[in-house]
């Protein structure tokens, strides 16, 4: 049977788009739970700490670069663009500056290598993708959801699993807890203004598990030893070997 480095069964992988105040609570949940998230951040956005007002009223803000230096360390930091345009509507060089540009603000506010992309909004085609891999990053993910835990094997065409407000959630996660599935992967995409916006915190902060209660814990508990908790960076580099006698997957350099 393949599993993932350190013998791991299964993986969980979430991800999160925009880089806004909800991540602060957010961050701190995951850290609570030693679990590695991947964040995707728009940077010219941050500098202007731009903000919106979400269809419930409740204005959606951009962290500031200052209010963001060390809320990641330990996470993925990824590109989301400098502005989070509509990408099909960019020439060819406006799509590059947007994203090699993002790349190289990121790397130079947080100190550390910018590996991957996550286009905005839901367009995304083999433009997009040569771009991406001509920009220097490693992997890009695309919006569209699999709907599966069966991990991607192309790193420029990278799908999610689920959406975390999706309403078949509390199936998806209860599916994964249950299935046999070689090298299942978990991966769940989203926002944590959200969080605040439908009221999923939940009493101990954690919304992920209202969906498998009474086990509340069964997917975040650190203590669970049969999974590997990974970022995208980590889990778009994972490589199964398919190799007939079941040799472990394996990460790239």
């Not at 993708?129 to 192309?154: I, L, M, N, V």
């Not at 997917?219 to 994972?238: K, M, W």
């Amino acid at each position: 049977m393949k599993t993932y480095p350190g013998g791991k069964k299964k993986a969980f992988q979430i991800t999160y788009d925009d880089g806004v105040l909800q991540d602060v609570r957010f961050v701190q949940l995951l850290n609570k739970y030693g679990i590695k998230g991947t964040f995707n951040l728009n940077s010219q956005l941050m500098q202007q700490e731009f903000s919106w007002v979400h269809p419930n009223g409740m204005e959606v803000r951009r962290l500031s670069p200052q209010a963001a230096q060390g809320l990641y360390d330990g996470h993925e930091i990824a590109s989301h663009t400098l502005t989070h345009p509509y990408m099909q509507n960019l020439s060819d060089s406006e799509l590059q500056r947007q994203m090699k540009a993002d790349k190289d603000n990121l790397e130079q506010m947080f100190g550390v290598q910018v590996r991957g992309f996550a286009v905005p909004f839901d367009y995304y085609d083999d433009r997009i993708a040569r771009c991406a891999k001509d920009c220097g990053f490693a992997y890009a993910r695309k919006s569209e959801c699999s709907g599966s835990f069966t991990p991607g094997t192309d790193p420029y065409h990278w799908q999610t699993g689920i959406y975390h407000i999706d309403p078949n959630l509390t199936n998806f996660v209860a599916d994964f807890l249950n299935t046999e599935e070689e090298l299942a992967l978990c991966q769940i995409v989203g926002h944590s203004y959200d969080l605040d916006a439908e009221n999923l915190w939940g009493n101990d902060g954690i919304y992920l598990c209202r969906p498998v209660c009474p086990q509340r814990h069964l997917v975040l508990h650190p203590r669970r030893t049969d999974r590997l908790f990974v970022s995208v960076g980590d889990d778009a580099h994972i490589v199964p070997t398919h190799n007939p006698v079941g040799a472990d997957a394996h990460i790239r350099p």
